[in-house]
T-cell receptor, first 114, second 115 residues
């Protein structure tokens, strides 16, 4: 069985400071991992994905994530937060070799203060 | 051009009614999905169709019936609506693939409120 755990339900940062959103995964198979973002009353947008290539993955809007198999983690980072980054972020796992079925984490609400 | 579009965006209806949400994608994908997001923002897959054939069917009440007239459309019909059906329903599409190599694109969601 696969699952993801987002370790923080809420994260609050000041504009211009680094962002760290934590995600641990559990998978019996080689996983594919994703981060999606959902702005208020909007759909889901893919930020980045890991599919067994480079372990450091760069995404849109300056976000990146590092796949660490030994720690079963896939934390999302950004060097400098912008007000427009305020949104809900979902860590997602999909089983490699199976149907394209996404398992979502519970989400982390990122607040960015001036 | 909207890649995955779903209608209506907002729907308020009474318990016991039957309603449909329509979804269309213009990305040329062969696989479409319905996801449900509950009031706590938790997202879970409901169904997936590949070339009009059902390939994923999670534990969903049989009041929910997806229909795929062609690979560009996947509609969701809900019979005898209940209060607990209130949620945001997301349509999505991708190319068929095993694992995560094919990105799944989501629509903007349909907010269903049952009163």
């Amino acid at each position: 069985a696969q699952s993801v755990t987002q370790l923080d339900s809420h994260v609050s940062v000041s504009e211009g400071t680094p962002v760290l959103l934590r995600c641990n995964y559990s998978s019996s198979y080689s996983p594919s991992l994703f981060w999606y973002v959902q702005h208020p009353n909007k759909g889901l947008q893919l930020l980045l994905k890991y599919t067994s290539a480079a372990t450091l993955v760069k995404g849109i809007n300056g976000f990146e994530a590092e796949f660490k198999k030994s720690e079963t983690s896939f934390h999302l980072t950004k060097p400098s937060a912008h007000m427009s980054d305020a949104a809900e972020y979902f860590c997602v796992v999909s089983r490699s070799g199976g149907y394209n079925k996404l398992i979502f984490g519970a989400g982390t609400r990122l607040a960015v203060h001036p | 051009d909207t890649a995955v579009s779903q209608t209506p965006k907002y729907l308020v209806t009474q318990m016991g009614n039957d309603k449909s949400i329509k979804c269309e994608q213009n990305l040329g994908h062969d696989t479409m999905y319905w996801y449900k997001q509950d009031s706590k923002k938790f997202l879970k897959i409901m169904f997936s169709y590949n070339n009009k054939e059902l390939i994923i069917n999670e534990t969903v009440p049989n009041r929910f019936s997806p229909k795929s007239p062609d690979k560009a459309h996947l509609n969701l019909h809900i019979n005898s609506l209940e209060l607990g059906d209130s949620a945001v329903y997301f349509c999505a599409s991708s190319q068929f693939g095993t694992g995560g190599e094919n990105t799944i694109y989501f629509g903007e969601g349909s907010w269903l409120t049952v009163v």
